[in-house]
T-cell receptor, first 115, second 116 residues
Framework: DVKVTQSSRYLVKRTGEKVFLECVQD?????MFWYRQDPGLGLRLIYF???????EKGDIPEGYSVSREKKERFSLILESASTNQTSMYLC??????????????FGDGTRLSIL | AQSVTQLGSHVSVSEGALVLLRCNYS??????LFWYVQYPNQGLQLLLKYTSAATLVKGINGFEAEFKKSETSFHLTKPSAHMSDAAEYFCAVSDPGSFGNEKLTFGTGTRLTIIP
């Protein structure tokens, strides 16, 4: 079974801080994704990565960056945290070239509060 | 671009009653569709997926969904609701990416409440 692990379940940070959210998967998947989830808006894609050191912007990349130095790890970085980045953040992974009907596998999420 | 519409942000049903959660999609190509469930304080778990092999798809926990191309719908049903079904449900459509990766576009979710 695929395991996607997010380093923190709950995180509280202050405005202006640089925040790192970490995600690790154990299935050698090429693709990894970061979403944020807000009530009434569903999940929105922030960034994704299809290989080590490769990244693509999703639908809402502003205020975020990512890092993929190793295949199993995908980090989301809030360069200067703001209160409107208070949200639930979900990481997912997916194997390459397995067809459009393969599901993404999700971690349990990090609930981030920016004070 | 793909899009997904889930009608009803909140649905309440009595225990033992039929569950019907609605999902409509827009897609310019044959879609690949998914239903995910999210229990409180957890990530998303796959319920079922449409793979074009059959229009009626059976998933986990007694859920099923029917793909209707003419209605561009993929509604989720369960004949008899159980208290443990209380959760948030997301419909998603797969969007072909430039590099063979598959982005998902999600609906806004439906929170299902079960009335004892």
């Amino acid at each position: 079974d695929v395991k996607v692990t997010q380093s923190s379940r709950y995180l509280v940070k202050r405005t202006g801080e640089k925040v790192f959210l970490e995600c690790v998967q154990d299935m050698d998947h090429e693709n990894m994704f970061w979403y944020r989830q807000d009530p009434g808006l569903g999940l929105r894609l922030i960034y994704f990565s299809y290989d080590v050191k490769m990244k693509e912007k999703g639908d809402i990349p502003e205020g975020y960056s990512v890092s993929r130095e190793k295949k199993e790890r995908f980090s989301l970085i809030l360069e200067s945290a703001s209160t409107n980045q208070t949200s639930m953040y979900l990481c997912a992974s997916l194997g390459q070239g397995r067809g459009l009907n393969q599901p993404q596998h999700f971690g349990d999420g990090t609930r981030l509060s920016i004070l | 671009a793909q899009s997904v519409t889930q009608l009803g942000s909140h649905v309440s049903v009595s225990e033992g009653a039929l569950v019907l959660l609605r999902c409509n999609y827009s897609s310019s190509v044959p879609p690949y569709l998914f239903w995910y469930v999210q229990y409180p304080n957890q990530g998303l778990q796959l319920l079922l997926k449409y793979t074009s092999a059959a229009t009626l798809v059976k998933g986990i926990n007694g859920f099923e969904a029917e793909f209707k191309k003419s209605e561009t719908s993929f509604h989720l049903t369960k004949p008899s609701a159980h208290m443990s079904d209380a959760a948030e449900y997301f419909c998603a459509v797969s969007d072909p990416g430039s590099f063979g990766n598959e982005k998902l576009t999600f609906g806004t979710g439906t929170r299902l409440t079960i009335i004892p």
